[in-house]
């Protein structure tokens, strides 16, 4: 049975991040791992790069950084088959009571490199699986040999239909710092979006859609909060759509709901989202959210069906250009928005997504032992 004196649980856990550099998976996984820390568990955290921490970790968690990422040809075999040996060496140091990995390529690393060493790890699904392709039969092997998986949504579930334990767990919607002081919703005339600047995120056809419309709303500016491989191509189409002058590439912050920015629109493009982080703080901080309709399901979960954010399609540049100028020009249907979506605080309280993550990792702890 599980030990638990003084509500504390007396184990050890092991968690693989790819970063503990900004990133949904981070994000996420940070959460886990210091709501493990809060009730007593040894925490152990391994990063794969050695980006300096941005995440937040509490300062009693242990940790560990790689430098895996980067490289390219047979320097990066290499470079990941050291990783394998070096994480196999220090996981068997640790001995931990139960990994926890998010991510489909890091539980099957996690589950090569673990191979007999009769560990039980708890994997989660964070992306969209039908966009693998060939890869997903071999994820879907990876899975199948962990304890058990946490998705965050039942169509990733329905997708895999793995013989294996099984949670639905979303993310938390952590309350920043600004929506504790004064007004639950925010105003302002600006639009901001916070992703990281790579092509899944789909930041060229947001750009597309803020051209079309530019000259309905001269006065507003679109904030592009984040970093990534596409910023020089996107900050060249920026000029070529004329609207360069309206767009402030921001960079990466730790709460962009801090921001003196005069903004009270979010919008997320994506193409694919797992549960999106940056949708559920912009929600929680009371902006007037619109959010493509995208796989595997979490924005229309989270949404519930377009009633708390402005869903519109996937890759449809006038639907979403005319999405901003309809909140951008209607104060009524932005607070409409604004005040749905401060219901994500309680049906995502950090209280209760903890509690479910302790409550699985109990039970997959008690069932190994």
């Not at 191509?233 to 912050?253: K, P, T, Y």
Request: charged letters at 25%; glycine letters at 8%.
């Amino acid at each position: 049975m599980l030990r638990i004196q003084e509500n504390k649980y007396q184990i050890r856990v092991a968690c693989l991040f790819p970063r503990f550099y900004t990133g949904g998976i981070s994000k996420a996984l940070s959460f886990v791992a210091n709501t493990c820390d809060d009730v007593g568990m040894e925490v152990h955290c391994i990063a794969m790069t050695k980006q300096p921490e941005t995440i937040n970790l509490n300062k009693g968690i242990h940790r560990y950084s790689y430098d895996v990422t980067g490289k390219t040809g047979i320097n990066r075999v290499i470079s990941y088959a050291l990783f394998t040996i070096k994480y196999r060496h220090l996981i068997r140091k640790i001995s931990p009571d139960v990994i926890i990995v998010f991510g489909a390529d890091l539980v099957k690393a996690t589950v090569y490199a673990t191979w007999g060493l009769r560990i039980p790890i708890i994997g989660s699904e964070r992306g969209n699986p039908l966009l693998y392709g060939d890869r997903f039969y071999k994820y879907r092997w990876a899975f199948s040999k962990t304890a058990a998986i946490v998705f965050q949504t039942e169509m990733a579930r329905d997708v895999y239909g793995v013989n294996v334990k099984t949670a639905i767990i979303p993310n938390p919607g952590i309350t920043r710092h600004s929506a504790d002081v004064g007004k639950e919703i925010k105003e302002g005339k600006n639009i901001i979006t916070v992703s990281r600047l790579g092509k899944e995120k789909n930041i060229d056809g947001l750009l597309h859609a803020f051209a079309i419309i530019k000259d309905q709303l001269p006065d507003r500016k679109l904030i592009l909060y984040g970093d990534g491989e596409e910023q020089a191509h996107l900050e060249q189409l920026s000029c070529e759509l004329g609207i360069n002058d309206h767009v402030l590439f921001a960079g990466n912050v730790n709460d962009f709901t801090q921001q003196k920015d005069d903004a009270s629109i979010f919008v997320l493009n994506t193409l694919s989202e797992g549960m999106p982080n940056a949708l559920i703080e912009a929600m929680v901080a009371g902006y007037a959210c619109i959010c493509t309709d995208c796989p595997i399901g979490a924005p229309r979960w989270s949404s519930d069906n377009g009633r708390r954010v402005k869903l519109v399609p996937v890759k449809d540049d006038i639907a979403l250009s005319n999405a901003i100028l309809e909140i951008a020009t209607s104060k009524g249907m932005a607070e409409t928005l604004a005040q749905n979506a401060l219901e994500i605080k309680e049906l995502l309280s950090p209280e209760r997504i903890s509690k479910m993550w302790l409550n699985l990792i109990s039970e997959v702890i008690n069932e190994h032992n």
